[in-house]
């Protein structure tokens, strides 16, 4: 794996920002860190990018331990942080050179274009960074972050300010960044969850509630599965109730029904609908959405 936290505890003064939370991020895919304002996310991924000293536990990158091997473990890592520290009275390309050469690349001049154009910079280049919007801004943010090639990319609400197609080329870039790196990604907007991540980490108070992905989740708060069948004609609860594994039904609407079952009863619906000679119109699992996930493992 390429990120290892195990048992992480960090204390200010009495409280317990962060309490023996364990959780590991591999390569080849993107993992959502969630959590509540206050949970301990932001303290967790300064952690692991070397920020802070953890009180407890033992935080692994690519191998190299955060105390002992910070250096290593920094040359590793691309982060960008909630607020983006930018030099705003630098250029974009003169920013980009300064930080290229903090790490030594090579070939900095077509490094630092590659990253203009992955990043959709090339209109912007030859600004001042104060001059840009939010949504410039934070695409200067992942530029930074990702010139020295990084292993691994940390991510805190990388979306934050941007406009709707601005959303979309970066969540495309996360995506196919995903593909080769480890991505660990913070965000409050369920709907990037949903489109970008293999799995889930989420956090309240301090504390690991979830780790595993999305599906299974949403099935183990569901608790059962819900199917929801719409007929043609009128059917009886009590014949719903005859098809195998159904446990309960309910009527949400003309002639479409809620049925509650521990296995997938698509195929018993199916052959129901024919063998009582009624259209099938529409047949589908319901399941709860990320924002209903993320609402019950965090509520109080």
């Not at 595993?212 to 819900?226: A, F």
Request: aromatic share 6%; net charge neutral.
């Amino acid at each position: 794996m390429s990120v290892k936290v195990n048992e992480l505890t960090k204390i200010y003064g009495t409280q317990k920002a962060v309490d023996t939370v364990s959780f590991e991020a591999h390569k080849g895919e993107v993992l959502g860190f969630l959590g509540p304002n206050g949970a301990g996310k932001t303290t967790t991924m300064k952690v692991i990018t070397c920020f802070i000293p953890q009180t407890s536990g033992a935080v692994e990158v690519c191998g190299f331990d955060v105390e002992k091997d910070s250096m290593e473990v920094r040359k590793r890592i691309g982060y960008l942080p909630e607020h983006n520290p930018l030099y705003k009275e630098m250029y974009v390309k003169e920013y980009l050179r300064f930080v290229g050469g903090i790490h030594h690349i090579k070939n900095l001049s077509s490094r630092i274009d590659e990253m203009i154009e992955m990043t959709g910079l090339e209109r912007e280049q030859n600004k001042l960074i104060g001059t840009l919007s939010k949504g410039y801004r934070q695409r200067v943010g992942l530029a930074q972050a990702m010139i020295h090639d990084p292993e691994v990319l940390i991510l805190d609400e990388p979306t934050s300010g941007l406009d709707p197609n601005q959303l979309a080329e970066i969540r495309h870039l996360i995506k196919k960044i995903g593909q080769e790196k480890t991505v660990i990604f913070s965000t409050h907007i369920m709907q990037e969850v949903q489109a970008l991540c293999d799995r889930v980490v989420i956090i309240n108070k301090g504390q690991l509630v979830a780790n595993d992905s999305i599906q299974v989740l949403q099935q183990k708060i569901s608790g059962r599965q819900v199917t929801v069948a719409l007929f043609a004609a009128k059917v009886k609860p009590e014949q719903l109730l005859q098809i195998k594994h159904v446990e309960d039904v309910k009527e949400i609407g003309a002639n479409r029904w809620q049925l509650f079952s521990t296995d997938d009863i698509r195929a018993a619906v199916f052959e129901f609908a024919v063998k009582q000679k009624v259209g099938l119109l529409e047949l589908y699992p319901q399941v709860s959405s990320v924002e209903d996930v993320f609402q019950k493992l965090t509520s109080n």
